[in-house]
């Protein structure tokens, strides 16, 4: 593998991309450290050292350090995430969108309204981090407002409810763009490259603190061990495809005969990949942030429980909602390929089984079955951090476990993911750019 990038850094083409993949992914890094202004810094930072092992915590990982900071690229490019996911839900369920869908260049069409979405998905999103903030800063007793007249009641300024909005969206927008700019003219796709440098660059310092303490021997064998095999189990699952075989027909046009032969249709034991761990967090979560705003020690044991991801019950759902996301996502995905339908047209057909109902039905028992090995995975990853939290308290002292970090949070289970699958694809890009010009690739 380093041979293989040392052979694409000699070509003077890949190292332009990659040269220019590094420079748009420092100018992000720049974008993470500007303030939305007028931010109380002291309020946050005292947030945040209260919610070491919380959900602000895993926000903050995701965006590379620009929630701990609030910057402006604080919603990350997530706002845009969700469009295309309300997008994707939505065409298998809309005629219009779905007729366009199926036109030529109907997919460009679909990737703008993708764009026209996340505008307002930005803004609203800016409000309701705010607001989820303010909620955390007032149940840990601090009386000052994140931002000073942020709001829509009364003793609220209007301007700096707008001005904060208009500057947080736009924040989002800017980092898309530069995702746009990588996927163009540099190596790899740019959104993914973008969430990718904003978890990796956030590791060094999470890293530094789990060593911190008593237990920063057990803390970092643990953090070894346990990357080491979720990477192993990750890769293997991400890679791992059911192959149904596929005969085509010959077809006789004038005196020349076409098509024929065999291929088969691979479908991905993960194919909903971590959308439904995005899903999960954002419902589990909810309880926390409605309970932000009321008081008494119920409101308080509720924060407690699924603000800061503590107790059985916690992960006990998010466990079967990330289970039952994944076959919700991967139901819509399959729904929307027509694998029946296009095969039939092109006159496809799976030995034994009959075209059209028949081989629909066939299709959605094997992606059930292997779909439950996917979501079974994607569950275990994502209680990781309870699963790690259980043994702290198990092999360490109860109060040196109470103070650890936990190490399954220096890289969340949706960070993993994300890491691993967009290494594996910038490589595989990078492999085929290398073949091309006749040199061994990353992957044999």
């Known amino acids: 593998m380093i041979e293989a990038l040392r052979n694409a850094f000699r070509l003077p083409d890949l190292r332009r991309k990659m040269l220019y993949t590094l420079f748009i992914l420092v100018i992000y890094q720049f974008a993470a450290h500007v303030t939305v202004p007028g931010v109380q810094r002291g309020a946050l930072d005292q947030l945040f050292r209260e919610n070491e092992s919380g959900f602000l915590s895993v926000l903050n990982l995701l965006s590379g350090g620009a929630v701990s900071n609030f910057s402006v690229i604080a919603n990350g490019v997530y706002p845009y995430i969700t469009a295309s996911i309300i997008l994707q839900l939505l065409v298998p369920i809309i005629p219009r969108l779905e007729a366009i869908a199926k036109e030529p260049g109907g997919q460009e069409k679909i990737n703008q309204y993708t764009y026209y979405l996340a505008i307002p998905m930005a803004a609203l999103q800016s409000i309701g981090q705010i607001n989820i903030f303010q909620s955390q800063i007032n149940a840990s007793g601090l009386n000052v407002d994140l931002i000073e007249g942020f709001g829509f009641g009364a003793g609220s300024n209007l301007l700096t409810t707008i001005s904060v909005i208009v500057t947080m969206t736009a924040g989002t927008m800017f980092a898309i763009w530069l995702g746009e700019l990588i996927t163009e003219q540099g190596i790899g796709n740019g959104i993914s490259i973008i969430i990718f440098a904003g978890i990796v660059a956030h590791v060094p310092a999470n890293l530094y603190q789990l060593l911190q303490g008593e237990a920063a ?92 991801q503590q107790g059985f019950l916690y992960w006990f759902i998010y466990f079967w909602l990330v289970v039952g996301f994944t076959f919700f996502y991967t139901s819509v995905m399959i729904q929307n390929q027509n694998l029946a339908d296009n095969l039939q047209k092109n006159g496809g057909f799976i030995p034994g089984i009959r075209p059209g109902r028949r081989t629909q039905d066939y299709i959605n028992r094997i992606v059930n079955r292997i779909t439950l090995v996917g979501a079974v995975f994607l569950g275990a990853v994502a209680i990781l951090p309870g699963l790690m939290q259980l043994v702290q308290r198990l092999v360490l002292d109860p109060a040196v476990a109470a103070s650890s970090r936990n190490p399954a949070l220096v890289i969340s289970s949706a960070g993993l993911i994300i890491v691993v699958g967009v290494v594996i694809d910038t490589m595989r890009q990078l492999e085929a750019q290398l073949t091309m010009r006749n040199y061994d690739g990353f992957l044999r």
């Open 217 to 308: 021997v057990f803390n970092l064998i643990a953090f070894v061990v346990l990357t080491l095999v979720t990477v192993v189990v990750i890769v293997v699952i991400q890679e791992g495809t059911r192959r149904i075989p596929v005969q085509y027909g010959k077809r006789v046009r004038g005196r020349r005969m076409y098509g024929g032969g065999a291929t088969h249709i691979p479908l991905k034991v993960n194919t909903a990949g971590m959308i439904p761990l995005i899903f999960a967090q954002s419902i589990v979560t909810f309880p926390a942030i409605v309970a932000g705003f009321f008081s008494g020690d119920v409101a308080t044991r509720i924060q407690d429980m699924f603000g800061n």
